[in-house]
């Protein structure tokens, strides 16, 4: 069965850090390219980032770069998101997910076959 389980959010002041984890299973991870996607109430789902465990190559909304880094340990099949100098506006749902590849659509929910469920981060000003 493939799973992804999202975890490590958590309530952090503005300007604060805090590391999510993707933990995969059911699937060829090398293979695979792993996204983030945030959702907060009554938004969009966007994307974050992404990185692709074929080559390592990593993309980054524009929202995020230079704050967030996204990194790959394949030995745990579980993927990072390390998450500096957060902002208000940061605050929502996180979602990471999966697809066979790189990370060329990584911005669109339709790419990605498989979704884990989640974690808050809520960020306070």
């Known amino acids: 069965e493939v799973q992804l389980q999202a975890s490590g959010g958590g309530l952090v002041q503005a300007g604060g850090s805090l590391r999510l984890s993707c933990a995969a299973s059911?699937?060829?991870?090398?293979?695979?390219?792993v996204g983030w996607f945030r959702q907060a109430p009554g938004n969009e789902r966007e994307g974050v980032t992404c990185?692709?465990?074929?080559?390592?190559?990593?993309y980054y909304a524009d929202s995020v770069k230079g704050r967030f880094t996204i990194s790959s340990d394949n030995a745990k099949n579980t993927v990072h998101l390390q998450m500096n100098s957060l902002k208000p506006e940061d605050t929502a749902v996180y979602y990471c997910a999966a697809n066979r590849g790189y990370c060329s659509y990584y911005g669109s929910v339709e790419w990605y076959d498989y979704w884990g469920q989640g974690t808050q981060v809520t960020v306070s000003s």
């Open positions: 990185i692709s465990n074929r080559d390592g190559s990593t």
């Open positions: 059911g699937f060829t991870f090398g293979d695979y390219a």
